[in-house]
C-alpha cells in the first residue's frame, strides 16, 4: 500500500514568489494534514481536513496561506507571496478518521526561501 | 507553559543501555499517546500509541502512561546505534482530534 505522497521535495524560491505543495495521503484516509516543522522544532498543525471540510485552520497564517482538498482526497497548501520566515519543512499526514488518529506522515517538502 | 514538554536534550546513552525520555502534557482531557521517532533529514514514523494507564511493550520499547500525572514516558532497552534519532511525544485530545507534538529529544546511541 502506497504511503502519503508529496511533492516536491525540495523548494528554493525567491521571497515573494508564490508556492505550491501537492499531496495525496493514504487511501481511504479521511482526515488529511498540513504541518510546519522548523529546525529543531516539532510538527505545528496549519490545517486538518475531515475529506474535503477544514475543520482546523486556527494556525493558518491567512493573509499569505491557502489550501484545498477538493474531492476529499489530493490537497494543496499555497504560500503567496512567499517571505524568509516561511523556509520550513512542510509535513502532510492523514489517518483514517472516525475517532483513528493515528498520524501517517509524508516525506515532506523542504523550502528555502532566498 | 507549553502544552507538550519535552527535554531537548540531546541524550547520550552507550549501546546496550536503556534509554529513557520524558513527556509531560498540560490538557486532562487528553486521550491518545503517541510516540514517533524521526531520523535526520525524513519524516516522523510512529513507534508506539497508547491510551491508557500502564505499560504498553512492543519489542525494545516500551511506553508508560500516568494520566493522573500527565506524563507519558518511552523507553528503549538495547539500544542501538540506530535508534540515534530525534523522539516525539505528541498528545491527541480525542472530542476535538487536535494532536500536539513535543519539540522532540535527541538521543545519540554510543556503539
Known amino acids: 500500500e502506497a504511503g502519503v505522497v508529496q511533492s516536491p521535495r525540495y523548494k528554493i524560491i525567491e521571497k515573494k514568489q508564490p508556492v505550491a505543495f501537492w499531496c495525496n495521503p493514504i487511501?481511504?484516509?479521511?482526515?488529511l494534514y498540513w504541518y510546519r516543522q522548523n529546525l529543531g522544532q516539532g510538527p505545528e498543525l496549519l490545517i486538518r481536513?475531515?475529506?474535503?471540510?477544514?475543520?482546523?485552520d486556527s494556525q493558518l497564517p491567512k493573509d499569505r496561506f491557502s489550501a484545498e482538498r477538493l474531492k476529499g482526497v489530493d490537497s494543496t497548501l499555497k504560500i503567496q507571496p512567499a517571505e524568509l520566515g516561511d523556509s520550513a519543512v512542510y509535513l502532510c499526514a492523514s489517518s483514517l478518521g472516525r475517532g483513528e488518529n493515528i498520524q501517517y506522515f509524508g516525506a515532506g517538502t523542504r523550502l528555502s526561501v532566498l | 507553559q507549553k502544552e507538550v514538554e519535552q527535554n531537548s536534550g540531546p541524550l547520550s546513552v552507550p549501546e546496550g543501555a536503556i534509554a529513557s525520555l520524558n513527556c509531560t502534557y498540560s490538557?486532562?482531557?487528553?486521550?491518545?499517546f503517541f510516540w514517533y521517532r524521526q531520523y535526520s533529514g525524513k519524516s516522523p514514523e510512529l513507534i508506539m500509541s497508547?491510551?491508557?494507564?500502564g505499560d504498553k511493550e512492543d519489542g525494545r520499547f516500551t511506553a508508560q502512561l500516568n494520566k493522573a500525572s500527565q506524563y507519558v514516558s518511552l523507553l528503549i532497552r538495547d539500544s542501538q546505534p540506530s535508534d540515534s534519532a530525534t523522539y516525539l511525544c505528541?498528545?491527541?485530545?480525542?472530542?476535538?482530534?487536535?494532536?500536539?507534538f513535543g519539540a522532540g529529544t535527541r538521543l545519540f546511541v554510543k556503539a
Open positions: 481536513y475531515e475529506n474535503e471540510e477544514a475543520v482546523d
Open positions: 497508547i491510551y491508557s494507564n
Open positions: 505528541a498528545v491527541n485530545n480525542g472530542g476535538g482530534f487536535k494532536t500536539i
Open positions: 490538557d486532562r482531557v487528553s486521550q491518545s
Open positions: 487511501s481511504g484516509h479521511n482526515t
